[in-house]
Nanobody
Framework: QVQLVESGGGLVQPGGSLRLSCAASGSIFSFVVMGWYRQAPGKQREWVATTITSSGSTNYADSVKGRFTISRDSAKNMVYLQMNSLKPEDTAVYYC??????????????WGQGTQVTVSS
């Protein structure tokens, strides 16, 4: 059974920082890729950042580049999203994502239940 559990969300002022955590039920190296998505009310789910677990390479959406940093701690089966210089438009439910090859040539997607981030003065 795969479980991804997010934590660290909350209310923060514009310009502030939060660190989100994603705890995986097993080794993060079981997954090819892990990352973060977000969804604001009435909007499509949006990709934020991903990391290739084996290499640690990272990619970011243009909207968060230079402000957010994704990282991992394999010993703790954790992936993090450090969010700095937060803006009101960052307000959303943030979801942890993981993908792995359970079978076939397509990745199987796994999702956490989300954690709310609200940026407001």
């Amino acid at each position: 059974q795969v479980q991804l559990v997010e934590s660290g969300g909350g209310l923060v002022q514009p310009g502030g920082s939060l660190r989100l955590s994603c705890a995986a039920s097993g080794s993060i190296f079981s997954f090819v890729v892990m990352g973060w998505y977000r969804q604001a009310p009435g909007k499509q789910r949006e990709w934020v950042a991903t990391t290739i677990t084996s290499s640690g390479s990272t990619n970011y959406a243009d909207s968060v580049k230079g402000r957010f940093t994704i990282s991992r701690d394999s010993a703790k089966n954790m992936v993090y999203l450090q969010m700095n210089s937060l803006k009101p438009e960052d307000t959303a439910v943030y979801y942890c994502y993981a993908g792995k090859y359970d079978s076939g040539s397509y990745l199987t997607d796994y999702w956490g239940q989300g954690t709310q981030v609200t940026v407001s003065s």
